[in-house]
């Protein structure tokens, strides 16, 4: 009977321990990239939600670069850099809290040659008439999300909520803690 309930408390316990490690699955930019357009934000794509709190440092060639904005949003977190990124080699180093409250740790490298600007302006009109339009969407892109995020940090109720999973892991444990005491407290009662 004790091998019962021993294997009965290893299924109830060990899935709800291991469900929601989250772990990273891609970033903009990647691993390893060489990127040749501007970089406006930094964004971590994990497999499962992470919570508020999770942080990320970007540095170039050793030196700290600041972002302005750090914001979570579902299995996301972006990075906005305070300034024009400069040419040069960036390590980004993240630490964030998934949703079953464990840290994970890590960081990714990357680089940015987005060449001169200047010679990029001296295109003929013709031919950056297209891009400009690119830009115009790509900036309204932007301009959409920053509003999302501002809406979710002011507690817009239609703006996007992220995943609290660390609440609904701690219910169904504090669910299987009591079945198992009544396992217990029923097997003694036979006795």
């Known amino acids: ?25 891609a970033s903009t930019p990647a691993e390893g990239e060489l990127v040749t357009e501007p970089v406006v934000a930094v964004a971590l794509d994990f497999s499962a939600g992470i919570e508020e709190g999770s942080s990320m440092t970007m540095t170039m060639d050793g030196t700290a670069v600041d972002f302005s904005e750090v914001a979570v949003m579902d299995d996301q977190l972006i ?34 040659q987005a060449g001169d600007e200047e010679a990029a302006q001296e295109e003929p009109a013709e031919e950056s008439a297209e891009p400009e339009a690119d ?33 609904m892991t701690l219910i169904i444990a504090g669910i299987a803690i009591i079945l198992l005491i009544a396992a217990v407290v029923l097997m003694r009662r036979k006795r």
């Open 1 to 25: 009977m004790k091998k019962t309930m021993i294997l009965l408390s290893a299924l109830l316990v060990f899935p709800i321990s291991a469900q929601a490690h989250s772990v990273l699955e």
């Open 79 to 112: 990075g906005t850099p305070a300034e024009v990124l400069e040419d040069g080699a960036y390590v980004v180093e993240y630490d964030v809290l998934s949703e079953d409250g464990h840290p994970i740790q890590g960081s990714l490298a990357f680089e940015l």
């Open 135 to 167: 830009e115009n969407v790509a900036v309204e892109t932007e301009q959409t999300e920053a509003t999302g995020m501002e809406q979710a940090a002011a507690g817009d109720p239609e703006a996007p909520r992220e995943n609290n999973g660390s609440s």
